[in-house]
C-alpha cells in the first residue's frame, strides 16, 4: 500500500495562486509515475498533470501554461503549482501514484479541496 498525503487545500481569488503538496514514500515519488487529478462537483475525475519518471511531463489542456507539476526526492513530496486560478479550477485535487503508465494499479490521497471564487 503507497500512502499519500496531500495539503494546501484553500480559497482563493481568481487569477490567484495556490500550491499543493503530496507526501508519498521516497519509492514511489523516485520511481512511480506521480500525478494529480481534480473531481469538480457532478463531473468525472481528470488528469490534471502527471509526471513519470524519466518520461516526458503531460498536462491538461485547460491548465497548460498556468499549473506546474514538480517533485523533491529528498522531501518525498510532488508538489503542484497553480498561478492564474480561475473558478473552473474549483474541484477536489488528488495525488495519484501508480508503478507505471501502463498500470491498472493506483493509489490515490484523500483530496483536497481548492475553491476559485471571488
Known amino acids: 500500500q503507497v500512502q499519500l498525503v496531500e495539503s494546501g487545500e484553500g480559497l482563493v481569488q481568481p487569477g490567484g495562486s495556490l500550491r499543493l503538496s503530496c507526501v508519498a514514500p521516497r519509492s514511489a515519488v523516485s520511481f512511480y509515475v506521480m500525478g494529480w487529478y481534480r473531481q469538480a462537483p457532478g463531473e468525472q475525475r481528470e488528469l490534471v498533470a502527471r509526471?513519470?519518471?524519466?518520461?516526458?511531463?503531460t498536462y491538461a489542456d485547460s491548465v497548460k501554461g498556468r499549473f506546474t507539476i514538480s517533485k523533491d526526492n529528498d522531501k518525498n513530496t510532488v508538489y503542484l503549482q497553480m498561478n492564474s486560478l480561475k473558478p473552473e479550477d474549483t474541484a477536489v485535487y488528488y495525488c495519484n501514484a501508480r508503478p507505471s503508465l501502463f498500470s491498472s494499479i493506483n493509489y490515490w490521497g484523500q483530496g483536497t479541496q481548492v475553491t476559485v471564487s471571488s
Open positions: 509526471m513519470p519518471t524519466g518520461g516526458s511531463t
